[in-house]
């Protein structure tokens, strides 16, 4: 089962819609794909299609076997788990990712963990194989947490595979182009593409769906299935 | 210890050497980048915040 975990380098980043996003255009290609909502704010289930009123999720019980009641299957066949209106703690966030091994799924299944941007990505149990993509605007408070980051994973032991992708990339911005230029020229890790900032996602939630169903050829889906086939590069390596 | 060095030689290499190596073969040893440092000096004398950020992370360079 290959994990991914997903962070904004900052709040409203827009992790969770990319989630949402790449689980269900994962899913086009016939593998098992797993959500997972670590973030309090427990919205992932408003993308899968959830019921507002749907308040529950793993973090309200005490046990993973009481939390595994609390799968949904969305209309695209995504697995999802809600985190619930309970305040979990780290230890209590680490325990869910690690009793997420004992599903049953084969090698080829995609789990994806949706992490509240404020928890340090260093302290999830993260293994060799695991792929961590931190989401980065184009903006200058961006660049300077990327370079903080930098700092932090260069003392920190890691094996995972880090990668900064930037998501809601406005073409016409001139700052936006001039930052990503140097990114890209200048910063180790940084995906070779963006997701462009583009209504249909905003208006995919609206629609209590995702971008490839409410628009299959918008721009944004591109973006989501060019990010799909990358990770699926990147996992083979 | 990961291999996290921001690039900063004359010749760099770069993710988008990944894409040269899918589109045309072979490992991603095989190509190099050659990149315009001056460009990228320009970008970051534009804007303030960029140059202290620059500024502060050659400084700390100097003094290892």
Not at chain 1, 118 to 124: M, Q, R, V
């Amino acid at each position: 089962m290959q994990r991914i975990f997903i962070k904004g380098i900052k709040g409203g980043i827009g992790s969770t819609s990319v989630v949402a996003n790449l689980a269900c255009v994962l899913k086009k290609s016939d593998v098992d794909v797993v959500a997972i909502d670590l973030d309090v704010k427990s919205d992932l289930g408003l993308h899968f299609g959830l019921k507002w009123t749907a308040t529950k999720g793993w973090s309200n019980e005490s046990t993973f076997d009481d939390a595994l009641l609390h799968f949904r299957k969305d209309s695209d066949g995504v697995l999802f788990l809600p985190h619930g209106d309970n305040e979990a703690t780290l230890d209590e966030i680490i325990a869910t990712i690690n009793n997420c091994k004992k599903l049953d799924y084969k090698e080829s299944a995609w789990i994806i963990f949706d992490c509240p941007s404020h928890i340090n990505i260093s302290h999830y149990p993260l293994e060799e194989n695991d792929i961590v993509i931190e989401l980065v605007t184009c903006d200058a408070i961006c660049h300077s947490l990327i370079y903080k980051r930098l700092q932090t994973l260069k003392s920190v032991e890691s094996s995972w595979k880090h990668f900064f992708v930037v998501n809601r990339y406005n073409a016409a911005s001139v700052l936006e182009f001039d930052l990503f230029s140097l990114w890209q020229s200048t910063l180790p890790f940084m995906a070779p593409f963006f997701i462009n900032s583009d209504e249909v996602i905003k208006e995919a939630t609206a629609n209590r769906n995702v971008a490839l169903n409410c628009a299959p050829y918008s721009v944004a889906n591109d973006d989501f299935e060019t990010l799909a086939g990358w990770l699926v590069s990147k996992a083979a390596n | 210890m990961n291999n996290l060095a921001t690039k900063s030689s004359q010749i760099l290499t770069s993710s988008d050497i990944e894409n040269l190596a899918r589109r045309f073969g072979g490992k991603s040893d095989d190509y190099i980048e050659i990149m315009n440092t001056q460009k990228n000096q320009k970008t970051i004398n534009k804007y303030a915040l960029l140059k202290e950020i620059d500024d502060a992370l050659k400084t700390s360079k100097e003094k290892k």
